[in-house]
């Protein structure tokens, strides 16, 4: 037994050792919480308290799953295939194995994976007649996914749906449940659902897993939602005895429907239900604690903790004052090249709010010739939407290009099929010519007579952009592309949350390619395309093992690094702009900070840029989280070539003075944010933007090329725009 309890700290010792009833483990990042459980396990089996199969763990992931059940393995020195360690979803895909006959199923019954699902639930709108430009499959397939996760189904929805498009969904969820059960099927959130519905709803097989287990564990309790909750209600039996480690701080995923709830009324739910709290942290230095300790205390939704470490305050943390996202690319990039004598690559991580914003990153990383690995998406210029505007802009350069015309023909959406383009493709290869050509001349081809009405369209655009090409800046160039497609709209109409982050790709996508602009002023579309085919060349990638990392901050969860670099802390990009008038979105935002910064070892580097050029719009506020940690632990570094407006006034020495700022020259003699009478850009004018569409100019600061406005938009909201790149016109 000493073996099992003698390295363990005080709190983590009673945290094994307290067996009887309800537990709460708040286990702080980096405080030894996976320790906690494996020891909790072994030290149960040890004592005889349970036999294995009495015993359930479970988590969030396989690779979690199957490290716990390891360690416990090791720990015992002996193989225990009878041990229940497992995700949420592989647990109950096992109970229905052996009791699906309850519902009406087989024992051997599919599971359907995302994309099967995508694909039936877009079966189901076909086969309704309903369109699918007012109910993307993918958002509908999210919908029905939320209401299984609540508990509730197809009859329940229904009788609850008010209006005409939640009727609408009504209808597809319960033609897409009907379709499933006609499969035989199951998809991934059905097994949570159901297994819920046979515990609850048929008292013999409750009974018997009630009786079955006597301990159960579920680690990273602050991630679950409300059917997982009730899944382990109805698996506990009159013992209570029930142990789950989580910390509020990282309940990070309640886009995705986490309730953290469940671990902050734990003691409601659970009564008599003890509570420990571990606060020792066994990664991170002093200073690092106190940085994320100072943001995370700003939230109301936690439970007090203090995590403190037992060794040396280490460095303070870094802040990176930079103008643009490009600058902050190379000084992030010089200081991972900084480190490499005191870390390997593959120490060192860059963390995103947004995947949209890797590009520049990438690209420094490329040119430098540094081996680096996206964890948590694929490379930017691989992601579909930016294959897809690429695919135009290589068609517009070359119409020889057939791979480029197959991929956007009928992108967006333009009726034409694939027996079409198989039509196509059959009379190039006949004409000796290329399928552009060939859809030009469609009307000389009885084969695509009755097409040509829809073919037209596309074959005008392209020629329209090819006899811009050679004049115009790249930037202009798919700016106006993107806006004559409608793209945004598209993207947007999609999926609400996935669409949103694919409009940040080609937000940064246009970025690059003002930044191309700007650097070469005789550059034209070829030379473009030329220039970031270095970067979509994966083949000249040499996979090496010490490789820096490139991640989401959610994708970060459960990972640590000796150096870490939160970038682009921005106010509207993160924390995102949605936080600012939601409450709990901007403490789920505050978590996320608490869990980039809590991944470091031994240094933080935080960047903001002044500048950050998102379709015209520029956030030029640091961001809150900045502000929420102390003075003393900041080592600030300012790298801006301008003195810059600073909004956020009431914090000592994050930039210069705002006043100053506003009349001081750079070494052009370009003046900042001085009020231009000349301008047609005045308050109160209503103008048109190419994307966002009518607006009111509300306020304006500087001329010229430095000309900013802010705007509201009708449906989106105040924007802030550089009139510059906005292209906007007065019309009232």
Same mark, same amino acid.
């Given at each position: 037994?000493?073996?099992?309890?003698?390295?363990?700290?005080?709190?983590?010792?009673? *945290?094994? !050792?307290?067996?009887?009833?309800?537990?709460?483990?708040?286990?702080? %990042?980096?405080?030894?919480?996976?320790?906690?459980?494996?020891?909790?396990?072994?030290?149960?089996?040890?004592?005889?308290?349970?036999?294995?199969?009495?015993?359930?763990?479970?988590?969030?992931?396989?690779?979690? %799953?199957?490290?716990?059940?390891?360690?416990?393995?090791?720990?015992?020195?002996?193989?225990?295939?009878?041990?229940?360690?497992?995700?949420?979803?592989?647990?109950?895909?096992?109970?229905?194995?052996?009791?699906?006959?309850?519902?009406?199923?087989?024992?051997?019954?599919?599971?359907?994976?995302?994309?099967?699902?995508?694909?039936?639930?877009?079966?189901?709108?076909?086969?309704?007649?309903?369109?699918?430009?007012?109910?993307?499959?993918?958002?509908?397939?999210?919908?029905?996914?939320?209401?299984?996760?609540?508990?509730?189904?197809?009859?329940?929805? %229904?009788?609850?749906?008010?209006?005409?498009?939640?009727?609408?969904?009504?209808?597809?969820?319960?033609?897409?449940?009907?379709?499933?059960?006609?499969?035989?099927?199951?998809?991934?959130?059905?097994?949570?659902?159901? +297994?819920? !519905?046979?515990?609850?709803?048929?008292?013999?097989?409750?009974?018997?897993?009630?009786?079955?287990?006597?301990?159960?564990?579920?680690?990273?309790?602050?991630?679950?939602?409300?059917?997982?909750?009730?899944?382990?209600? $109805?698996?506990?039996?009159?013992?209570?005895?029930?142990?789950?480690?989580?910390?509020?701080?990282?309940?990070?995923?309640?886009?995705?429907?986490?309730?953290?709830?469940?671990?902050?009324?734990?003691?409601?739910?659970?009564?008599?239900?003890?509570?420990?709290?571990?606060?020792?942290?066994?990664?991170?230095?002093?200073?690092?604690?106190?940085? &994320?300790?100072?943001?995370?205390?700003?939230?109301?939704?936690?439970? *007090?903790?203090?995590?403190?470490?037992?060794?040396?305050?280490?460095?303070?943390? !870094?802040?990176? +004052?930079?103008?643009?996202?490009?600058?902050? %690319?190379?000084?992030?990039?010089?200081?991972?090249?900084?480190?490499?004598?005191?870390?390997?690559?593959?120490?060192?991580?860059?963390?995103? @709010?947004?995947?949209?914003?890797?590009?520049?990153?990438?690209?420094?990383?490329?040119?430098?010739?540094?081996?680096?690995?996206?964890?948590?998406?694929?490379?930017?210029?691989?992601?579909?939407?930016?294959?897809?505007?690429?695919?135009?802009?290589?068609?517009? *350069?070359?119409?020889?290009?057939?791979?480029?015309?197959?991929?956007?023909?009928?992108?967006?959406?333009?009726?034409?099929?694939?027996? #079409?383009?198989?039509?196509?493709?059959? =009379? &190039?290869?006949?004409?000796?010519?290329?399928?552009?050509?060939?859809?030009?001349?469609?009307? =000389?081809?009885?084969?695509?007579?009755?097409?040509?009405?829809?073919?037209?369209?596309?074959? @005008?655009?392209?020629?329209?952009?090819?006899?811009?090409?050679? +004049?115009?800046?790249?930037?202009?160039?798919?700016?106006?592309?993107?806006?004559?497609?409608?793209?945004?709209?598209?993207?947007?109409?999609?999926?609400?949350?996935?669409?949103?982050?694919?409009?940040?790709?080609?937000?940064?996508?246009?970025?690059?390619?003002?930044?191309?602009?700007?650097?070469?002023?005789?550059?034209?579309?070829?030379?473009?395309? +030329?220039?970031?085919?270095? $970067? #979509?060349? =994966?083949?000249?990638?040499?996979?090496?093992?010490?490789?820096?990392?490139?991640?989401?901050?959610?994708?970060?969860?459960?990972?640590?690094?000796?150096?870490?670099?939160?970038?682009?802390?921005?106010?509207?990009?993160?924390?995102?702009?949605? *936080?600012?008038?939601?409450?709990?979105?901007?403490?789920?935002?505050?978590?996320?900070?608490?869990?980039?910064?809590?991944?470091?070892?031994?240094?933080?580097? =935080?960047?903001?840029?002044?500048?950050?050029?998102?379709?015209?719009?520029?956030?030029?506020?640091?961001?809150?989280?900045?502000?929420?940690?102390?003075?003393?632990?900041?080592?600030?570094?300012?790298?801006?070539?301008?003195?810059?407006?600073?909004?956020?006034?009431?914090?000592?020495?994050?930039?210069?003075?705002?006043?100053?700022?506003?009349?001081?020259?750079?070494?052009?003699?370009?003046?900042?944010?001085?009020?231009?009478?000349?301008?047609?850009?005045?308050?109160?004018?209503?103008?048109?933007?190419? !994307?966002?569409?009518?607006? #009111?100019?509300?306020?304006?600061?500087?001329?010229?090329?430095?000309?900013?406005?802010?705007?509201?938009?009708?449906?989106?909201?105040?924007?802030?725009?550089?009139?510059?790149?906005?292209?906007?016109?007065?019309?009232?």
């Amino acid at each position: 037994m000493n073996r099992l309890l003698d390295d363990l700290n005080p709190h983590q010792l009673e *945290a094994v !050792t307290a067996t009887d009833g309800p537990l709460l483990v708040i286990a702080g %990042a980096g405080s030894g919480k996976t320790r906690v459980l494996t020891r909790r396990l072994a030290h149960i089996l040890t004592e005889q308290l349970a036999e294995p199969y009495q015993m359930l763990a479970v988590t969030f992931t396989n690779k979690a %799953a199957g490290e716990m059940k390891q360690r416990v393995n090791q720990l015992m020195g002996t193989e225990i295939p009878e041990l229940n360690v497992s995700t949420f979803h592989s647990f109950c895909a096992r109970l229905l194995r052996r009791e699906a006959a309850a519902i009406g199923y087989d024992s051997q019954f599919t599971i359907f994976d995302q994309e099967d699902s995508l694909t039936l639930v877009k079966n189901c709108v076909k086969e309704l007649g309903i369109a699918e430009s007012q109910f993307p499959a993918k958002g509908q397939q999210g919908k029905i996914s939320d209401a299984k996760n609540q508990l509730i189904g197809p009859e329940e929805f %229904a009788s609850q749906s008010s209006g005409w498009f939640e009727s609408r969904t009504a209808l597809i969820y319960s033609l897409y449940q009907k379709k499933l059960r006609g499969c035989d099927g199951m998809d991934f959130d059905d097994l949570l659902f159901n +297994a819920v !519905t046979i515990l609850k709803s048929n008292r013999e097989i409750g009974e018997k897993y009630r009786n079955r287990f006597r301990y159960i564990l579920v680690d990273e309790y602050q991630d679950t939602n409300r059917v997982q909750y009730l899944l382990l209600k $109805y698996l506990l039996g009159e013992h209570q005895n029930i142990c789950v480690v989580g910390d509020e701080d990282q309940s990070i995923y309640g886009w995705r429907g986490a309730d953290i709830r469940n671990i902050l009324e734990f003691e409601k739910d659970f009564p008599g239900a003890k509570i420990i709290k571990l606060e020792q942290n066994y990664r991170s230095t002093n200073n690092i604690l106190k940085a &994320a300790s100072a943001v995370i205390r700003n939230n109301s939704a936690r439970k *007090a903790k203090t995590l403190w470490a037992d060794s040396e305050d280490g460095d303070k943390v !870094t802040l990176l +004052a930079v103008d643009s996202a490009e600058d902050e %690319a190379v000084r992030v990039i010089d200081q991972t090249e900084g480190l490499r004598g005191q870390s390997s690559l593959k120490e060192t991580v860059i963390l995103y @709010r947004t995947n949209a914003q890797s590009r520049a990153f990438e690209e420094q990383l490329r040119r430098r010739n540094l081996p680096y690995q996206i964890i948590g998406g694929v490379s930017f210029y691989q992601r579909k939407e930016i294959k897809d505007l690429i695919a135009y802009l290589k068609l517009i *350069a070359n119409p020889k290009d057939d791979v480029s015309f197959q991929r956007i023909i009928n992108y967006p959406k333009r009726g034409i099929g694939d027996k #079409t383009i198989d039509t196509i493709a059959q =009379l &190039a290869r006949e004409k000796g010519c290329s399928m552009f050509q060939v859809a030009q001349d469609g009307s =000389l081809h009885s084969d695509l007579f009755g097409k040509i009405k829809r073919i037209e369209p596309f074959t @005008r655009l392209i020629e329209k952009y090819r006899s811009r090409a050679d +004049a115009e800046p790249i930037d202009i160039l798919a700016g106006d592309l993107v806006a004559e497609l409608n793209l945004i709209e598209e993207l947007r109409a999609e999926d609400a949350t996935l669409g949103e982050s694919r409009v940040e790709n080609i937000e940064a996508f246009i970025e690059g390619a003002a930044e191309f602009a700007r650097h070469h002023a005789e550059g034209k579309l070829v030379d473009y395309l +030329a220039d970031i085919s270095l $970067y #979509t060349d =994966l083949d000249s990638y040499r996979e090496v093992e010490d490789k820096l990392t490139l991640m989401s901050l959610h994708s970060a969860k459960g990972l640590e690094f000796d150096n870490v670099f939160i970038v682009g802390l921005e106010e509207g990009l993160f924390p995102l702009q949605k *936080a600012m008038v939601d409450p709990m979105e901007l403490e789920e935002e505050r978590r996320l900070f608490y869990v980039g910064a809590t991944r470091a070892r031994k240094r933080l580097f =935080l960047s903001t840029a002044t500048t950050r050029y998102r379709f015209g719009e520029v956030q030029s506020m640091p961001s809150r989280f900045i502000k929420e940690i102390p003075e003393s632990l900041l080592d600030r570094r300012d790298w801006r070539l301008r003195q810059h407006y600073e909004y956020a006034t009431d914090q000592p020495g994050l930039f210069a003075a705002a006043a100053a700022a506003s009349a001081s020259a750079n070494g052009k003699g370009e003046r900042y944010y001085d009020y231009d009478d000349e301008s047609p850009f005045k308050v109160g004018r209503i103008v048109s933007h190419p !994307t966002f569409g009518r607006g #009111t100019i509300l306020q304006k600061d500087g001329y010229g090329d430095s000309l900013r406005l802010e705007i509201m938009f009708t449906g989106l909201g105040v924007k802030k725009i550089m009139a510059k790149f906005a292209k906007l016109k007065v019309i009232g």
